[in-house]
């Protein structure tokens, strides 16, 4: 028993003599574990619990009692049973060690170089589509193939170029042989290829050239949505309108709704691309918005781009510049593509301008609309009183004038009507700066506005703010805002008096909350205030038959080297309709309409006034608007003006009795809507 118990020291003098060999690491490495595992398990295996040795039992002396040899074995079994679990976890605690001093030797001791990860495509992710409010798709994905190469692959750059140049006429093969023999593993040869390009590449059979599956943005409508929607660059990556408005949204996959309707937009652009052909202008604006959310359903910049080509005319425009940088200047408005009615490298820069939004204007008379709202709210005014227009009004050294006066008192009517600078002015004072400043602050006039694309303009405001600003405030000059700060302000004076801000996303409800700026009494009066402009004043050109319409005039001198040019004016009628249930506002803006030979500079009334009528004659069927009788005695009730406008005797110097507007109608210029 003790020669059997002796066998373990066999395995330990076995340790201790491969331990002799160098270093303990070298010593564990030394020792033959296969052959060691494979014994103690023989061994361990077929172990005779018996007090004779291994090697024999010396059967002279006789065996042991049977009882003492059972509790002996037993003992000796739970002993060798103890001794292997021992044994197992000593080894391996030693083969954890061991691997743990290879991996010290590794990190520590030895320099190691990592081989260089290569460089391949990056995939381009799918956006979102961007659809209209009818669900008709303005942006979408085409899966297209890019070609890529590594150079450090290419034996001869000059024969791949020369090779691919012939196949790929719109690369240039020096810029590619230089790209080609760049020290870099990856560099970008074509993006989007079509599939004929693609084959011509692939028979050319040139190492080191690769295909990768690409993504290209496409724009079913082109430039009927050029402003608004935008486009991506090559990678695309949102650089302008809802498409940079809106990149996280879109690049995570997810589709946006726009509350566009692309049947109105392409109406309104098409009567705005006739105006400005027709008076020579630079450019122009078409707005539309519903008035009972803020909803902005048609918006239109001229000129505009085709953004399916935007990438190639940046390209050609930069030169050796960077497309995508070039594109990504669009939210300043510095630069642009080709625009489609200019010319010159000044107009090149204005095609990607959004004037709608990012442009900031002096509105004119239509700002009016405002001073005589912002009157009766404060109840210091009523329809039937007058005001004096009877000669200029002077501060300082400015004089303020009618361009066509009527040298008499005017009515509240009259005053709109005949777009008097004397009359609105005479207003704002009464209702003085801080009431006006407020005023303009609900509207939305005096802060930047929050819309889903970058490319907004900053309103311009007088500051200090004195009484003189009050007075030009008051017709629209010496203050600046964009146009659709424009159109909303005009929503809430028809819609029953309240602002919604302006959106281009479709809203989940008809009608949705917003802020009460003027009572629903107010509202009404401006209502047929602005029915009246139409039916009997400077907006006669914007009537349509069957469906009331409401507006006002406005033509303002545009601003140039500190002055103001006579002859370059922004001609503008803003609407709404039906002005007797009030849907959608509009604005119509043309900038710098040249005027014939021999004639007076095209106004508000002549050149803006008459789009507005188209449009409204081609969206009503599209809008649902059904055609009413405007001599409904419901109707007329709403919206016609008392024929007695003065309530109060009448000072010496007024034409005898209360005059209607339609008595004057007789002296109207059309100048008068300045």
Request: net charge positive.
């Amino acid at each position: 028993m003790m020669r059997r118990l002796g066998n373990h020291g066999n395995y330990a003098g076995h340790y201790r003599q491969a331990g002799r060999a160098g270093t303990p690491f070298q010593a564990l490495m030394g020792i033959n574990w296969h052959r060691l595992l494979q014994q103690i398990w023989r061994r361990g295996r077929n172990w005779q619990l018996t007090v004779s040795s291994a090697r024999g039992t010396d059967r002279s002396h006789g065996s042991a009692p049977v009882e003492l040899q059972e509790k002996l074995a037993e003992k000796l079994g739970e002993r060798v049973m103890q001794g292997r679990l021992k044994f197992l976890s000593i080894l391996c605690t030693l083969a954890f060690s061991l691997v743990c001093l290879r991996l010290v030797a590794l990190m520590v001791f030895t320099s190691v170089e990592e081989p260089k990860a290569q460089t391949v495509a990056a995939v381009v992710q799918k956006r979102g589509d961007i659809v209209d409010r009818n669900g008709l798709v303005l942006a979408t994905n085409l899966q297209t193939t890019s070609l890529y190469a590594n150079p450090k692959q290419i034996r001869d750059p000059a024969v791949t170029a020369s090779k691919l140049a012939s196949v790929l006429p719109q690369v240039n093969g020096d810029a590619l042989k230089k790209r080609l023999s760049d020290s870099k593993g990856f560099v970008w040869l074509v993006r989007h290829l079509t599939p004929q390009e693609t084959d011509a590449v692939n028979r050319l059979g040139l190492p080191g050239v690769y295909f990768q599956a690409d993504w290209r943005r496409t724009y079913p409508f082109g430039d009927d949505v050029a402003h608004l929607v935008g486009l991506s660059d090559v990678d695309n990556i949102g650089v302008a309108g809802i498409e940079k408005g809106m990149d996280k949204q879109l690049a995570a996959g997810q589709s946006v709704q726009l509350a566009i309707d692309i049947r109105l937009q392409h109406v309104v652009r098409d009567e705005l691309l006739k105006a400005i052909q027709a008076y020579n202008a630079v450019g122009g604006i078409g707005l539309v918005m519903d008035v009972r959310n803020g909803e902005i359903v048609s918006m239109v910049s001229l000129p505009d781009y085709d953004p399916n080509k935007a990438g190639e005319l940046a390209r050609m425009n930069a030169g050796a510049a960077s497309a995508a940088k070039l594109l990504t200047k669009v939210a300043n408005g510095t630069a642009a593509p080709t625009p489609r009615m200019a010319s010159g490298k000044n107009a090149q820069k204005e095609a990607m301008f959004n004037r709608a939004t990012l442009g900031v204007y002096e509105m004119g008379s239509t700002f009016k609309l405002f001073t005589i709202a912002s009157g009766l709210e404060s109840g210091l005014f009523k329809l039937s009183d007058v005001v004096d227009a009877t000669q200029a009004l002077r501060f300082g050294r400015f004089t303020i004038s009618d361009f066509h006066a009527k040298n008499r008192w005017l009515s509240i009517p009259e005053v709109l009507m005949y777009s008097s600078n004397i009359g609105s002015a005479r207003i704002a004072l009464a209702v003085g700066r801080e009431r006006q400043q407020e005023f303009f602050k609900q509207l939305g006039f005096l802060a930047k506005p929050q819309l889903q694309i970058p490319e907004v303009g900053q309103p311009m405001t007088p500051n200090p703010w004195r009484d003189i600003n009050t007075v030009t405030a008051s017709y629209g000059h010496g203050m600046a805002i964009s146009p659709v700060q424009l159109v909303g302000g005009v929503s809430a004076l028809v819609n029953g008096g309240v602002y919604h801000p302006a959106t281009f996303l479709k809203t989940d409800q008809a009608l949705s909350a917003g802020t009460q700026v003027i009572s629903a009494k107010t509202s009404a009066a401006m209502r047929k205030l602005m029915y009246a402009v139409v039916t009997d004043g400077t907006g006669s050109r914007a009537n349509v038959a069957g469906i009331p319409v409401g507006g006002k005039t406005g033509t303002a001198e545009k601003s140039m080297g500190g002055g103001y040019a006579g002859h370059a004016v922004l001609a503008s009628f803003v609407a709404a309709f039906p002005i007797n249930n009030p849907q959608y506002a509009t604005l119509i803006l043309v900038d710098e309409p040249k005027a014939e030979p021999g004639r007076d500079t095209p106004t508000g009334g002549m050149a803006a006034a008459p789009v507005v009528h188209n449009i409204v004659r081609r969206a009503a069927p599209l809008l649902n608007i059904m055609p009413v009788d405007e001599q409904d005695p419901l109707i007329q009730a709403a919206l016609t003006l008392p024929n007695g406008l003065s309530s109060t005797p009448l000072p010496d110097n007024m034409p005898n009795g209360t005059l209607t507007p339609k008595a004057e109608l007789a002296s109207f210029h059309p100048a008068d809507d300045r």
